[in-house]
């Protein structure tokens, strides 16, 4: 079964670059977003799944000092680029804000659908920025792996993430993460980057 450990979280930044399409492009999409909106530097933002902190440093970097990340495993927080900035937690937290990030997270969240209600409920308005691996053809799931071998990974450790990965990574399809936030009460969805069955949504409330 595949976890959050010390050994997953000391490796985690360079799995995430050779395993997670376009991970650096759908950050920079994110921060791009907030300016474009114009939000101001003192509204909350919450990155849902902070991991070792990348992104919510890009953001305080860029001027939002009251970004926030949620995340799960401790061992990720302790190698957290702002351990005062993360809530180790399984809930989305009590804050208001503005923004909201949950980039290739959701996917491993059982309760998905009760957890982006609660990300709604908690948002005064705003951007939520959703981002998860869904359901892949045969054919995709290939170029998906020829993706990873071509970034340095073996094909041995391929078969054996996945073999991890089941039964805790549970995907959805595109249909239905269109369909839940509009059914949850988001407006305005749009897909803003895809690729190999990664999809960035774009939602506002």
Request: charged content about 25%; glycine content about 6%; some cysteine.
């Amino acid at each position: 079964m595949w976890e959050f450990n010390e050994e997953v979280a000391n490796r985690f930044d360079q799995e995430a670059k050779t395993n997670i399409p376009d991970y650096e492009r759908v950050i920079d999409l994110c921060l791009n977003i907030a300016k474009i909106k114009g939000f101001s530097f003192d509204i909350n933002v919450v990155d849902v799944g902070s991991a070792t902190g990348h992104t919510v440093d890009k953001f305080i970097q860029a001027g939002y000092q009251y970004t926030w990340g949620v995340e799960s495993s401790q061992f990720m927080i302790d190698k957290s680029l702002h351990k005062q900035n993360i809530i180790l937690s399984n809930k989305f937290p009590t804050i208001p804000c503005e923004m909201v990030m949950a980039n290739w997270t959701l996917h491993f969240v059982k309760q998905r659908r009760e957890y982006i209600k609660s990300i709604y409920d908690n948002m005064t308005g705003g951007v939520f920025v959703l981002t998860d691996k869904t359901t892949q053809t045969k054919e995709i799931k290939e170029l998906y792996y020829q993706f990873k071998v071509f970034n340095g990974v073996s094909k041995e450790y391929i078969i054996k993430k996945e073999e991890q990965l089941k039964g805790y990574m549970a995907l959805a399809s595109v249909d239905w993460y269109l369909n839940t936030l509009k059914e949850v009460g988001f407006k305005n969805i749009q897909i803003i980057n895809a690729s190999l069955g990664f999809v960035t949504f774009y939602a506002e409330k």
